[in-house]
């Protein structure tokens, strides 16, 4: 039984207005994103179809058309071939390394005519498809060592993969968004707690006391949990090993990763290089004060102080030319949808819809969380993209036809 059937469900009629509210405060965050970008390509003196709005334009109505094609896609076709979904998925991410374009030192995108995508945006909707199908399996016992064994391997070979382009923050998503699906599907919470524990610490043993407290917790919570003698032996030897080998790791992370995790703590830590993006963002967003500085007015963008400002801090845009007011509206919109995604997975009548919303719903808040936490200073800059708002055609694509499933999947008939 999944967790959300667990909820009461006297009323599990599918609420048709829900899905014209999801669609709509897409559409509208959309087309708030398309407002944002023409104002920032405003100034340039090339044609607007060159322009980062028109070509946001094109991808939107392309985006329309794979919404409609998701949405009368027959539930059972995309289920029987979930896994045929991910076989693809994995080639369309070793396209980059062999017909892809080079974009400093980095391997992400395809050139397809005169737009270019992504693949590993469209990786996002395979891989939940696929879990989520293994997941719902009807002879599945959700608290067998299998049920986190082998969506770890659907999880683990993208993240290799991208992690290779590379692109670290696209392939943590894949981990961190397969946790939700876990808990959703009732997989006992001690072992996801296990499966997250490594992750702990290594995060932990950057500090030698913040490393000895989560060895203690982890001992206690083995001692208190395990019913088994040699999985709580091999889970403390695995965890403290990895402890250990931090400083390896470490040292393999590329220069302007460690930079970045270093200037998340003190962002005054290097100014003028790692630090300067957070601190323009944090400046522009500052100044937009109560009602914002007004459509095309705002000086740390149109001055281009600040960096990235078409994709990775669109918010910081937002803040500054529409202020506190438009900060908050576009929070509100952000947290009213994926509220509504989370009730359309308790709500689903079968569990590989659930599964399938729930994971689509975990990639979005994701995406939300980290792009605002950065622009905001509170978190190491990603390279995430604002769902809807900011540039980026794969993306808004990858976002429609997951809107697209999730009407389709819960839908009344």
Known sequence: MLRGEKISRKKVNIITSQNYIIIGISFLLTLFGLLVLYSISKPLQIAFFSKTVGKQLIWFFISI??????????????????????????????????IGIKVSETYRWVRLGPLSFQPSEFMKIFFVITVAKYLSGEKLDVNSPNAIFIPLIFTIIPFIVILNQPDLSTAVLFLITLLPMLYWAGVNIYNIFLLISPIISIIAAFNFYSFFVWVIILLIVLYLNSQRIWVSFLVGISNL???????????HLKPYQQKRIITMFNVWEDPQGVGYQVIQSQTAIGSGGLFGKGFGQGTQTHLKFLPQQHSDFVFSVVGEEYGFVGVVSVLILFFVLLVLLLNSAYKAKDRFSSLVIIGFQSFLFLHIFINVGVSAGLLPVTGLSLPFISYGGSFLLCCYVMLGIVINLSRKV
Not at 72 to 81: E, P, R, S
Not at 85 to 90: A, D, P, Q
Request: aromatic fraction near 28%; hydrophobic fraction near 65%.
């Open 65 to 98: 058309i794979a919404f409609v094609v998701m949405f009368f896609t027959k539930k059972k076709f995309i289920y029987d071939n979930a896994y045929i979904f991910y076989l693809i998925g994995v080639a369309l991410l070793a396209l980059p390394f062999l």
């Open 241 to 251: 090993s990895l402890g250990f080998f931090t400083p390896f790791i470490w040292d």
